[in-house]
């Protein structure tokens, strides 16, 4: 896996299939070598810390993330978007896709930003959550749903990987729709820690095996709690994941090294 690297001296794990990089995402994006990366899939900072309240396990706490998910101004969050979308692009192949989840918070300004990096958005996947955590204030609809934007970069002669007939299958012989409906994160995904935006394992199960194959290689910049990794490991894929939170990349570490000895 260094191979993909330029320098390795950040790496923090690794194993036959995976690589986890402490490092801050800009400087560790700078040293992936250009054009060798399969599928990118992103869950970048939300930007939703604003001193509110939400409901986790039936409790009332703050919605604060870390200041990693502040900023001051709409600019500020937009700027951010495009600097790593940049070099994103850069470490993408010709034909290769990235896959980007937020909630309104930040997901607007990502899609704009998507286009001006050169890339062409081919789907607006919206995850409609079968439990989300209620609405406290009663001052607007509960938030049930993430969007996930996928995309490409816009070149002509691009030719993305999209294993439609796998996901045909999986839908009961029909073709799949851009609505997909499931249970937040099991606390059973969450038994070496927990990271607050964690993703269950079945959304990135599916969105790597419809756009990838088999030894292909998968980064996630902001990778959190490595589900990306997890589900890498399930379907046979490579996985670079980065992030510079070292509660982070220690969870990371525990689920990688203990994949395979116990349900996952």
Same mark, same amino acid.
């Given at each position: 896996? !260094? !191979?993909?690297?330029?320098?390795?001296? !950040?790496?923090?794990? &690794?194993?036959?299939?995976?690589?986890?990089?402490?490092?801050?995402? %800009?400087?560790?994006?700078?040293?992936?070598?250009?054009?060798?990366?399969?599928?990118?899939?992103?869950?970048?900072?939300?930007?939703?810390?604003?001193?509110?309240?939400?409901?986790?396990?039936?409790?009332?706490?703050?919605?604060?993330?870390?200041?990693?998910?502040?900023?001051?101004?709409? #600019?500020?969050?937009?700027?951010?978007?495009?600097?790593?979308?940049?070099?994103?692009? #850069?470490?993408?192949?010709?034909?290769?896709?990235?896959?980007?989840?937020?909630?309104?918070?930040?997901?607007?300004?990502?899609?704009?930003?998507?286009?001006? &990096?050169?890339?062409? $958005?081919?789907?607006?996947?919206?995850?409609?959550?079968?439990?989300?955590?209620?609405?406290?204030?009663?001052?607007?609809?509960?938030?049930?749903?993430?969007?996930?934007?996928?995309?490409?970069?816009?070149?002509?002669?691009?030719?993305?990987? %999209?294993?439609?007939?796998?996901?045909?299958? &999986?839908?009961?012989?029909?073709?799949?729709?851009?609505?997909? &409906?499931?249970?937040?994160?099991?606390?059973?995904?969450?038994?070496?820690? !927990?990271?607050?935006?964690?993703?269950?394992?079945?959304?990135?199960?599916?969105?790597?095996?419809?756009?990838?194959?088999?030894?292909?290689?998968?980064?996630?910049? %902001?990778?959190?709690?490595?589900?990306?990794? $997890?589900?890498?490991?399930?379907?046979?894929?490579?996985?670079?994941? $980065?992030?510079?939170?070292?509660?982070?990349?220690?969870?990371?570490?525990?689920?990688?090294?203990?994949?395979?000895?116990?349900? %996952?």
């Amino acid at each position: 896996m !260094k !191979k993909y690297l330029k320098r390795s001296e !950040k790496i923090y794990y &690794e194993d036959d299939l995976s690589v986890l990089v402490f490092d801050d995402t %800009f400087n560790a994006l700078k040293k992936i070598k250009p054009g060798t990366i399969d599928m990118i899939f992103s869950d970048p900072p939300y930007f939703l810390s604003n001193d509110g309240v939400t409901c986790s396990g039936g409790k009332m706490v703050s919605v604060n993330k870390g200041k990693w998910d502040k900023v001051n101004s709409f #600019k500020e969050k937009h700027l951010f978007n495009r600097k790593w979308l940049r070099l994103c692009y #850069k470490a993408l192949s010709p034909n290769g896709t990235i896959w980007i989840s937020g909630t309104y918070h930040n997901i607007y300004s990502v899609g704009v930003a998507l286009e001006e &990096e050169g890339f062409k $958005i081919l789907n607006n996947i919206t995850w409609k959550k079968t439990n989300p955590p209620p609405n406290l204030a009663c001052r607007c609809f509960t938030h049930s749903t993430e969007t996930i934007i996928w995309a490409k970069k816009d070149l002509k002669k691009a030719r993305h990987t %999209f294993n439609y007939d796998l996901m045909k299958a &999986e839908n009961g012989g029909k073709q799949m729709k851009d609505v997909w &409906e499931g249970n937040l994160t099991s606390k059973k995904e969450k038994k070496y820690g !927990k990271h607050p935006t964690q993703k269950p394992i079945y959304l990135l199960e599916r969105i790597i095996a419809a756009s990838t194959n088999e030894g292909d290689v998968v980064m996630d910049p %902001f990778c959190g709690s490595s589900t990306t990794g $997890i589900a890498c490991k399930k379907l046979g894929r490579q996985y670079i994941g $980065i992030d510079n939170n070292e509660e982070y990349i220690k969870l990371s570490k525990a689920r990688l090294e203990n994949y395979g000895k116990e349900a %996952f």
